[in-house]
T-cell receptor, first 114, second 115 residues
Framework: DGGITQSPKYLFRKEGQNVTLSCEQN?????MYWYRQDPGQGLRLIYY???????QKGDIAEGYSVSREKKESFPLTVTSAQKNPTAFYLC?????????????FGDGTRLSIL | SQQGEEDPQALSIQEGENATMNCSYK?????LQWYRQNSGRGLVHLIL?????REKHSGRLRVTLDTSKKSSSLLITASRAADTASYFC???????????????FGKGTLLTVNP
């Protein structure tokens, strides 16, 4: 089955620690996205990548970093500079990166602070 | 800033009733999309409607778009308990290039369908 796999499902971060969230897709999609969702809120875009080896900052990129070395993979690192990391993180992909195609989502990673 | 805003924030109905959710936005759009999110899960795409379309159907779902009022509605007919979820609208800006390619999501409507 084609889809997007996010891991882990739950993640705990200690003070001063960087953590990396995994996102893998086998849909052969060019574009991938990372969103943050806080309780009762919509999704806010952290980073997006329209093609391999290229990515752009979204609305709330501070304290986060990404890489896009392979088409299938778009890992997100939550750095110690992100002071309020507790949230639900969603990865998505789409055929093209121009916003005129549906986005397919993974089932998220819930990040909490220890 | 958020482009789409859903109304109402929460809606509770009985099984078999119809559910209508609305989305308003501020600037011209290329397309508007509706997504569903079950608790603790990712979003699932429901319908995409382009700015030159007025209505689209998919099964029990009907979406309308009124670009003059900058609003859209999602109607779910003959609702079922399994329709219980949060529903989000997302808009893509009219002009392309740079960050205008991104989708901007509203805060969602929480729909509860009681058996």
């Amino acid at each position: 089955d084609g889809g997007i796999t996010q891991s882990p499902k739950y993640l705990f971060r200690k003070e001063g620690q960087n953590v990396t969230l995994s996102c893998e897709q086998n849909l052969n999609h060019d574009a991938m996205y990372w969103y943050r969702q806080d309780p009762g809120q919509g999704l806010r875009l952290i980073y997006y990548s329209q093609i391999v080896n290229d990515f752009q900052k979204g609305d709330i990129a501070e304290g986060y970093s990404v890489s896009r070395e392979k088409k299938e993979s778009f890992p997100l690192t939550v750095t110690s500079a992100q002071k309020n990391p507790t949230a639900f993180y969603l990865c998505a992909s789409s055929i093209g990166g121009q916003g005129n195609q549906p986005q397919h989502f993974g089932d998220g990673t819930r990040l909490s602070i220890l | 800033s958020q482009q789409g805003e859903e109304d109402p924030q929460a809606l509770s109905i009985q099984e078999g009733e119809n559910a209508t959710m609305n989305c308003s936005y501020k600037t011209s759009i290329n397309n508007l999309q509706w997504y569903r999110q079950n608790s603790g899960r990712g979003l699932v795409h429901l319908i995409l409607i382009r700015s030159n379309e007025r209505e689209k159907h998919s099964g029990r779902l009907r979406v309308t778009l009124d670009t003059s009022k900058k609003s859209s509605s999602l109607l779910i007919t003959a609702s079922r308990a399994a329709d219980t979820a949060s529903y989000f609208c997302a808009t893509r800006g009219f002009t392309g290039g740079g960050s205008n390619y991104k989708l901007t999501f509203g805060k969602g409507t929480l729909l509860t369908v009681n058996p």
